[in-house]
């Protein structure tokens, strides 16, 4: 029997004869007829339908994450769970651009499908587009998507979805299943989809017009030239400080990807001061500045900043400069020589496996021209999936009885273990997790040991879990006969799977 959770979303019950229930998501907006008799499942909904879930081998707590990742405000399960309905609200640049779909014309919506047979609209690992087109559907253009679900290369089945923007967000409505769809299938979805509502209209904020551009700081041609990105539309114009005054030197709109190039040829060598200046009707302008210094005997070099950020083992970068001039890479563990292509480019791929900064510097010779030091720094940082792939690199197999020996010189040492959650307690803030570490050869799990946690990790009594832990030391403890019995006390670093 279905409930009526109205903190949550709202299920409005329709005549038997309807065959369905309107879900109304206030997070998106909306509100979806799902098909009746379907299992419908918020993020926060997912403990509350535990039995049902677990019954249908879908563990609940990763789904609520799955759910909550993707952007799901709800999904549908059929009555065999071989079949699925979600309903995804997302925001990027482009729904913020047009807050409504409305707003896009047709070369911009042609952009915005050509992405999307690309598999460049949103992160879509484990999907493959294979045909994308836009259709009217009650008076609001849809952009239809039919795609191939992989699993470790293979096909793992077939979805469709229909998606839009309202009220600058993404809405979208996805159907998987296993096998194919059918012409009725496709059919009946696309009727479904004319029962959707849009439950408000927002009134759209006044935002500032966007800009990223790299803004040039040198040249030994007097060229001038400033491309990049902006809100779609908006009107880009230059313009340089003479004599304490700003003048208009260049103009251009940004395209259907937003793309724009600025160019003027400066007369005068020396420092230039200019301005990159952005607007759109009903939008904030938004204004870049810079100085660019004009010397005919410099060597021109762009493309490289003076610190860059990375979390990859190599790091390339690339940069312009005149064509075949000679390059030597200063690098902390000797030096790298390469002459630059005809038309200016070159590129260094460079080692940064370790967390840090990397100091180098880039000298640039050619004839007729003073040579050039330029220096740079990259700083490598660790994403957290990376920390632990090295936490988990760094762990040790240490034997219960050394454990219980509180040896020096295990202490600090990282454990990978697995083992059942038999009790959780909490005392000043402080979680005890207390887990078996050995397994007999009658497969019942002895050795308790005590994971010390400093928040609440969420285990349960009688979970299966893997951890990743810390060696501290032991507890004492008494056992039946009132003898003293050492239980190894470890440090939780992060819970690696709960079965």
């Not at 040790?396 to 990282?414: A, C, F, M, T, W």
């Amino acid at each position: 029997m279905k409930k009526v959770l109205a903190f949550i979303f709202i299920i409005l019950l329709l005549p038997a004869a309807a065959q369905c229930q309107v879900i109304r998501m206030e997070a998106g907006d909306v509100a979806f007829d799902f098909p009746d008799r379907w299992l419908c499942v918020s993020p926060q909904l997912c403990s509350f339908y535990t039995r049902e879930l677990t019954g249908a081998g879908i563990e609940p707590e990763g789904l609520r994450e799955q759910l909550l990742s993707q952007g799901i405000l709800c999904r549908g399960y059929n009555e065999t769970y071989s079949q699925w309905i979600s309903v995804l609200m997302r925001e990027d640049d482009l729904s913020l651009g047009y807050f409504d779909m409305s707003r896009a014309d047709m070369g911009q919506r042609k952009q915005i499908r050509l992405q999307a047979e690309g598999n460049n609209l949103f992160e879509v690992t484990g999907l493959r587009t294979q045909d994308a087109e836009w259709q009217q559907i009650s008076d609001r253009y849809w952009l239809y998507v039919h795609y191939i679900r992989l699993e470790n290369g293979e096909n793992a089945g077939r979805g469709i979805r229909y998606m839009t923007i309202h009220n600058g967000q993404w809405i979208i409505v996805d159907w998987q299943k296993a096998g194919r769809f059918s012409n009725r299938d496709l059919a009946s979805f696309k009727k479904q989809l004319s029962g959707l509502v849009f439950t408000r209209d927002a009134e759209e904020p006044i935002r500032n017009v966007t800009v990223n551009a790299q803004l040039p700081s040198e040249t030994n041609t007097g060229m001038l030239e400033v491309t990049g990105t902006a809100t779609i539309g908006a009107q880009m114009t230059l313009l340089l400080t003479e004599d304490g005054s700003l003048r208009e030197a260049a103009w251009d709109t940004a395209g259907n990807r937003g793309q724009f190039t600025l160019s003027y040829e400066l007369s005068q060598q020396g420092e230039t001061e200019y301005q990159v200046l952005a607007e759109r009707e009903g939008m904030l302008p938004t204004t870049l500045t810079g100085s660019i210094y004009y010397d005919a005997k410099t060597i021109p070099l762009s493309g490289i900043d003076e610190t860059i950020t990375t979390t990859s083992d190599k790091t390339v970068i690339r940069g312009e400069t005149l064509g075949g001039t000679t390059l030597q890479l200063v690098a902390p563990k000797g030096m790298t020589k390469k002459r630059a292509a005809n038309d200016g480019s070159f590129s260094f791929e460079l080692t940064t496996e370790q967390e840090g900064t990397y100091e180098y510097t880039l000298l640039l010779d050619k004839g007729n021209y003073a040579q050039r030091r330029f220096s740079f720094s990259i700083v490598r940082l660790m994403t957290d999936d990376q920390q632990k792939a090295d936490v988990r690199k760094s762990a040790v197999r240490i034997s219960y009885r050394d454990l219980q020996k509180d040896l020096p010189e295990n202490r600090g040492q990282v454990l990978n273990i697995r083992g059942p959650v038999v009790e959780v307690s909490q005392n000043s803030g402080t979680t005890f997790v207390r887990m078996n570490y050995s397994r007999s050869t009658g497969k019942s799990w002895t050795n308790p040991v005590i994971l010390v946690c400093e928040e609440d990790p969420g285990l349960r009594t009688g979970d299966m879990v893997t951890v990743l832990c810390r060696v501290e030391g032991i507890y004492v403890e008494q056992n039946a006969k009132g003898e003293d019995v050492n239980i190894p006390r470890l440090q939780m670093l992060f819970i690696d799977h709960v079965e």
